[in-house]
């Protein structure tokens, strides 16, 4: 096979079976030949600054695309689903940060001596904040201000809802673009995940890896949390009644689909042909579930969320309550703007991590650490944001007709 064929093969290959491949050669060579294993260290810093790099712009785009394509006129019937993909987002982000405090993950970075060190206290913490706030939006982006990014995003986005429909869609081009770029850096998770998981094991051995399966079990855990309790609760309140038949029927229809393809707009037909076998209105899921497709991202945040906190709590940063409620609105404003894209989400963590003050370099390794779980993690996060879309859109359906027939 020649290098053409190598490199035809390798970008139309599966990205999971890839990244599987890569860890465990990654875990092989580290545990086998540890002096070999250090000179691969290169792929996973070029991985990371490649994040590093895509991370300020993504963000940007991202957010303001997404506000900027809500019209201001939506239907009656749109917003309280509307209500409900924000609710549930944030409750979400919310079950993220206490079982993060529950149960705290630090993690073994490919580079540890560049994390940062910890504010003094929430004070300089708020002081901070309100100066990034109103930062130059191109020194912003330049310095990777991603609080000063999120704001400008939401300000121009909000401003672009009146604009003319040929400018929104121009809008919605460039952002389809910077995603096409993120699947191109997103293609090079295998090297990186090699070389990071090569040096891990060269230096700290096998055990530098059980940081990265509490990571794992404290994101899934959440996303259960969220699937089995929280969502159920939601709808409850909003149907008055036993959800846990439509709760399980969106799982297995729509979760499942979703666990696998790993993409929310890929199982959008999948979510339309189940929002009509439930009989609701085509007038509002046609609408919904691609409207759910990009902004319903309750997986999202918990990932956001959780792997913010294991930063903060592997530099030593103690999180104050305040601090953690900023967080979940962060993660609930950067979950909505999330690629739909695999892997998508881990792109807007430096984001969240820039709340604590944790330099871009630090949460740029943070990314690249959730790429190393990324096969299971992205799976979960997308079937509970999937079935989270037609779960909400059947519940405020069904609670608008039992409103008229009463």
């Not at 982006?141 to 809802?161: D, P, Q, V």
């Not at 919605?172 to 070389?195: M, S």
């Not at 404290?218 to 089995?228: K, P, Q, R, S």
């Not at 149907?239 to 399980?248: A, G, K, M």
Request: glycine share 6%; aromatic share 6%; with cysteine.
């Amino acid at each position: 096979m020649n290098s053409t064929q190598f490199v035809k093969a390798f970008l139309n290959g599966s990205l999971v079976k890839q990244i599987i491949i890569a860890l465990v050669l990654g875990i092989f060579l580290g545990a086998v030949a540890p002096e070999v294993a250090l000179k691969f260290e290169i792929l996973g810093s070029l991985f990371v600054g490649a994040l590093k790099s895509v991370a300020p712009i993504l963000v940007f785009i991202l957010v303001l695309a997404a506000i900027a394509r809500q019209d201001i006129g939506a239907s009656a019937n749109m917003r309280p689903i509307i209500m409900l993909y924000i609710i549930g987002t944030l409750a979400a982000s919310l079950v993220a940060v206490v079982i993060s405090f529950l149960s705290p993950v630090t993690l073994v970075l490919p580079n540890p001596e560049q994390v940062s060190s910890a504010p003094s206290g929430i004070l300089e913490v708020l002081k901070t904040l309100v100066f990034k706030i109103v930062d130059n939006p191109i020194n912003a982006l330049s310095t990777a201000n991603y609080i000063g990014i999120l704001t400008w995003a939401i300000l121009i986005g909000a401003a672009l809802r009146i604009a003319v429909p040929h400018t929104k869609v121009v809008v919605a081009d460039i952002a389809t673009a910077i995603t096409k770029v993120v699947q191109w850096v997103i293609r090079l998770a295998p090297f990186g995940v090699f070389g990071i998981v090569a040096h891990t094991v060269a230096t700290t051995g096998l055990s530098g890896l059980v940081s990265y399966a509490h990571l794992l079990i404290v994101l899934v855990g959440a996303m259960f949390i969220v699937a089995l309790v929280v969502n159920p609760i939601i709808v409850w309140f909003k149907i008055r009644r036993n959800p846990y038949p439509l709760v399980w029927m969106c799982l297995k229809e729509s979760g499942m689909m979703a666990f696998f393809t790993r993409s929310s707009a890929a199982n959008i037909p999948v979510n339309m042909n189940l929002a009509k076998k439930l009989g609701l209105s085509e007038e509002t899921y046609s609408v919904s579930i691609p409207l759910g497709a990009t902004i319903n991202m309750a997986g999202a945040a918990i990932t956001i969320a959780v792997l913010a906190l294991a930063a903060a709590h592997t530099s030593g940063i103690q999180v104050s309550m305040i601090e953690a409620l900023l967080l979940c609105v962060l993660a609930t404003l950067g979950a909505c703007g999330a690629s739909g894209v695999p892997g998508g989400s881990l792109l807007l963590i430096p984001m969240a991590c820039s709340l604590f003050g944790i330099s871009n370099e630090v949460a740029a390794q943070v990314v690249a650490v959730g790429f190393v779980i990324g096969v299971i993690q992205d799976s979960c996060e997308t079937a509970l944001n999937s079935s989270t879309d037609v779960l909400f859109t059947a519940a405020s359906d069904m609670a608008i007709r039992e409103r008229a027939s009463s």
